[in-house]
């Protein structure tokens, strides 16, 4: 595993959920705090959810109380579920490290909310 592999994403309604997963590669996860980015259409890319190596974790605003992140230290992997869904979730989602790491991004994954 050499880079970032989100997936997970799709079409849903507003008020539905989606569960992302996030493999990362051991050189990016070990020891690292993790995050959840997304980029909608024409705005920047903002972290959404963070967890630390220990399971602390931080959340924007807009996502408190409907998202969840998690992440698993034997499987390099980190989660994102989403729920209670609104149309202004819609954008391509990522993880990387928090900060992000200088290897580059992943390819994301997509998730459009239809209200």
């Known amino acids: 595993q050499e880079q970032l592999v989100e997936s997970g994403g799709g079409l849903v309604q507003a008020g539905g959920s989606l569960r992302l997963t996030c493999i990362a590669p051991?050189?990016?996860?070990?020891?690292?705090?993790m995050g959840w980015y997304r980029q909608a259409a024409n705005w920047r890319r903002e972290l959404v959810a963070a967890?630390?190596?220990?399971?602390?974790?931080n959340y924007v605003d807009s996502v408190k109380g409907r998202f969840t992140i998690a992440r698993d230290n034997a499987k390099n992997t980190v989660t994102l579920q989403m729920n209670s869904l609104k149309s202004e979730d819609t954008a391509l989602y990522y993880c990387?490290?928090?900060?992000?790491?200088?290897?580059?991004w992943g390819q994301g994954t997509q998730v459009t909310v239809s209200s």
């Open positions: 967890i630390t190596a220990n399971g602390a974790t």
């Open positions: 990387n490290a928090d900060p992000p790491t200088p290897y580059g």
């Open positions: 051991g050189r990016i996860f070990s020891n690292a705090s």
